[in-house]
């Protein structure tokens, strides 16, 4: 059974930390990405990754970087966290193909900050 | 910017009605997605249709796609209570492999 799994279900932390959010997947997916969601937003895609050490920006990557030192682990590091990023963090994998394929989603992590 | 969106934004049908969902887009796309996610949960892909493709069936789904109009249906026959979901379209496509989702549309399937 295929498998997206980030580190915490949910998640509450101080404004101006350093937060860490992580995602592992089983599936040997080149492709990673990082959303976030918020109500009457729908999914807007933070960072995305084709490869090791490979990222490149989506469409809010303000705020946030990404690491991927490792080819199933896909991590969303927020610098200095604020208010206006608390919010519901999914990550997502997917096959590198001409045509494309599905995502497989994590559960998502709540982040609350406070 | 996101790529689709989805119309109606909420929708209420009785148990056993057929509840269609409309998705449209900006640009040229390989594929189009259309997933499902229950309340506070990430998403599950529930089927895929190809820019070649017209019609795709899937048990209950069908899904439609006009590219010409860069516009896609999702149709779910006979609803059950258990489809009450947020269902989301996703395109992927053009020179990368980015999967970009749109607002969603909120279904309720009354009893």
């Known amino acids: 059974d295929v498998k997206v ?7 509450v932390k101080r404004t101006g930390e350093k937060v860490f959010l992580e995602c592992v997947q089983d599936m040997d997916h080149e492709n990673m990405f990082w959303y976030r969601q918020d109500p009457g937003l729908g999914l807007r895609l933070i960072y995305f990754s084709y490869d090791v050490k490979m990222k490149e920006k989506g469409d809010i990557p303000e705020g946030y970087s990404v690491s991927r030192e490792k080819k199933e682990r896909f991590s969303l590091i927020l610098e200095s966290a604020s208010t206006n990023q608390t919010s519901m963090y999914l990550c997502a994998s997917s096959l590198l193909t001409e045509m494309n394929t599905e995502a497989f989603f994590g559960q998502g992590t709540r982040l609350t900050v406070v | ?5 989805e119309d109606p934004q909420a929708l209420s049908i009785q148990e056993g009605e057929n509840a269609t969902m409309n998705c449209s887009y900006k640009t040229s796309i390989n594929n ?5 996610q ?10 895929l249709i190809r820019s070649n493709e017209r019609e795709k069936h899937s048990g209950r789904l069908r899904v439609t796609l006009d590219t010409s109009k860069k516009s896609s249906s999702l149709l779910i026959t006979a609803s059950r209570a258990a489809d009450t979901a947020s269902y989301f379209c996703a395109t992927a496509g ?3 492999d980015k999967i970009i989702f749109g607002k969603g549309t909120r279904l309720h399937i009354l009893p």
């Open chain 1, 5 to 11: 799994t980030q580190s915490s279900r949910y998640l």
């Open chain 2, 1 to 5: 910017s996101q790529q689709g969106e």
């Open chain 2, 32 to 36: 189009l997605q259309w997933y499902r």
């Open chain 2, 38 to 47: 229950n309340s506070g949960r990430g998403l599950v892909h529930l089927i």
């Open chain 2, 94 to 96: 053009g020179r990368d």
